[in-house]
């Protein structure tokens, strides 16, 4: 006997979000450990013992321990039976292709996308200063990566990617991906993409496929787009205040 699976996992990161949903709508049985990236917990010396890459999510099954959230997709995938064949298919074919696209994902999409953030809304959460130079930068991979999901990955007849009528977990993890982007004020957000109408309906395609789970898991997410908006309209506020003031004092 394996145990109980435990799940490391920070909702806020996209990984974490993409393991907690494959494992919610697959009915794995699993306990959630939460470790608050933004309370350093990941750097603890008891989450070093789990992972001592220090990075969420983590998987602890039985003796074996597991970190990186494409490692462990396709642990579950492989390991837990009754797992739909969509999600990392036992054709050698298709499978390949799938791991190409998870390779793809790190140094592309990602890269692009958790750097934009980052250097845009998130930085300062996790102790690191905004940076506007370097999000113009990770701005160009991004917008890079969208054009190469819209008119190569999602080039085919089916909703998903490469073409498949079902999600993989491939879908599952670059879709958690492009979510972060949620944070984002939403003209920024839309002037990144709006323009690739092919990648927004697979994402919607996606957030259908895996609900009602795909919604619980994001609502993290959801309650910090308020309070960063929230933050940002505060912000307009203050900054007129003292033109408002001058122009009162002015008619006076």
């Keep these: 006997m394996m145990g109980k699976l435990k799940v490391y996992a920070d909702r806020m990161s996209q990984p974490s979000r993409a393991v907690l949903i494959f494992c919610r709508f697959n009915g794995i049985d699993f306990e959630e450990i939460k470790v608050d990236i933004s309370k350093r917990h990941h750097l603890s010396p008891e989450f070093r013992e789990v992972n001592p890459l220090q990075k969420v999510p983590a998987i602890v099954h039985g003796s074996f321990n597991l970190?990186?959230?494409?490692?462990?997709?396709?642990?579950?995938?492989?390991a837990f039976p009754g797992i739909a064949d969509h999600w990392y298919p036992s054709d050698i074919f298709r499978r390949a292709k799938i791991n190409l696209v998870l390779d793809w994902h790190h140094s592309n999409l990602r890269h692009g996308a958790v750097n934009y953030v980052l250097d845009t809304v998130l930085g300062p959460a996790t102790g690191r200063p905004l940076n506007p130079k370097a999000a113009s930068e990770a701005e160009k991979v991004?917008?890079?990566?969208?054009?190469k999901l819209e008119y190569i990955w999602l080039n085919g007849e089916g909703c998903f990617l490469l073409g498949g009528s079902q999600p993989s977990i491939a879908d599952l993890s670059m879709v958690c991906e492009l979510m972060q982007l949620e944070v984002l004020?939403?003209?920024?957000?839309?002037?990144?993409?709006?323009?690739?109408?092919?990648?927004?309906?697979?994402?919607?395609?996606?957030?259908?496929?895996?609900?009602?789970y795909f919604?619980?898991?994001?609502?993290?997410l959801y309650r910090a787009k308020k309070k960063f908006e929230q933050q940002r309209s505060r912000a307009a506020e203050t900054e007129n205040e003292p033109s408002n003031k001058m122009d009162g004092h002015?008619?006076?």
């Design 67 to 78: 970190s990186e959230s494409h490692a462990i997709l396709v642990y579950l995938a492989s």
């Design 142 to 147: 991004l917008l890079s990566s969208l054009t």
């Design 185 to 212: 004020d939403e003209k920024d957000r839309s002037r990144i993409l709006s323009p690739y109408k092919k990648v927004l309906q697979w994402i919607e395609d996606t957030r259908t496929a895996t609900n009602p």
């Design 215 to 220: 919604e619980e898991v994001h609502n993290i």
């Design 250 to 252: 002015s008619k006076m």
